[in-house]
């Protein structure tokens, strides 16, 4: 499925990447192999966040939500690793673990004041 938009929730143990336009949302989840609960092996986390960029394939726009700090380990690792994945990344937001439903709540209520703010040309001057 080719979406614009996609957010993903994720933690040291596992990923949802969750893709969405206005009436469908596509869903996977990616486990990470390492057995480590908060320090995973470098391998091993090159392995998870390969597998999470490869799934982010076709969005325009990611937003990265999750407990703690492993968002924003993927999104230095993709500006090191996958630097077109990294360019798609608008934002890190913190979250508890919600469903994937109100993961996708949260993202396009945060997609559609993102997108307003891109289209305002008093922003751009700004």
């Known amino acids: ?10 933690d040291h143990s596992e990923a949802h990447v969750l ?9 996977q989840r990616i486990k990470s192999r390492s057995h480590h609960k908060h320090q995973g092996k470098a391998t091993d986390d090159a392995t ?10 076709g969005t325009r726009e990611v937003l990265l939500t999750g407990p703690g700090l492993t968002r ?7 500006q090191q690793h996958q630097k077109a994945v990294a360019a798609l990344i608008v934002d890190s937001l913190s ?5 994937d439903a109100q993961v996708v709540a949260l993202a396009r209520q945060y997609f559609k004041k993102f997108d307003q703010l891109a289209a305002d040309p008093a922003s751009a001057a700004a």
Do not use: G, K
């Not at 966040?49 to 799934?55: K, R």
């Not at 380990?73 to 993709?78: A, G, K, L, N, V």
């Not at 979250?95 to 469903?99: G, L, N, R, W």
């Open 1 to 10: 499925m080719s979406t614009y938009h996609a957010v993903v929730w994720l």
């Open 19 to 27: 893709m969405f336009d206005r009436e469908h949302v596509e869903a």
């Open 48 to 57: 998870y966040f390969s597998a999470i960029a490869q799934a982010l394939v």
């Open 72 to 78: 924003n380990t993927f999104r230095d690792w993709c």
């Open 95 to 99: 979250a508890d673990h919600p469903s």
